[in-house]
């Protein structure tokens, strides 16, 4: 939860690997994931509408209870209109995922994250930064 409470609340804490505050590892790639889980929990947040043309309780009462709604022509009405949009993991076919060797989801976001780095340049305070950083390392070990 540190993680998620330190990116939304922009006060200069670098999210770090580990149950507690004294990690000294930091994870580029979980501050990517992050950062889209929060994207996508915004998008939700702006809601949907109910009614009955988003709804179709007709649909509903004719698959009966136990039935399957992913094939109703209404799940694949907006399944086809909705935006998937997902910053990390492209939408694949199972050839397409194949022929990219099968890659696991942590692969993906592990070059992504590592797209998003390659990208960087350095911070205007970047020596500040460093300075800081190996002084505090060097207290808390010595």
């Known amino acids: ?20 505050f004294d990690s000294l590892v930091f994870s580029p790639a979980l501050v990517v994931y992050s950062d889209e889980v929060i994207r996508q929990a915004r998008f939700f947040k702006q809601g949907f509408i109910i009614n009955d043309e988003s ?13 399957n709604f992913l094939i109703s022509d209404l799940t694949v009405k907006y399944c086809r209109e909705i935006d998937f949009n997902n910053s990390i993991w492209p939408q694949l ?3 397409k995922w194949q022929v990219q ?28 930064l460093i300075s800081r950083g190996e002084k505090y390392i060097h207290q808390i070990t010595t």
């Open 93 to 95: 076919t199972l050839e």
């Open 1 to 20: 939860m540190n993680h998620l409470t330190a990116y939304l609340g922009k006060v200069g804490l670098a999210p770090f690997v580990g149950g507690n």
């Open 101 to 128: 060797g099968s890659p696991t989801a942590d692969e993906i976001l592990r070059q992504h994250t590592c797209s998003l780095l390659d990208g960087l340049g350095a911070p205007e305070d970047h020596t500040e």
């Open 55 to 67: 709804v179709a309780p007709n649909e509903i009462e004719s698959i009966g209870p136990g039935g």
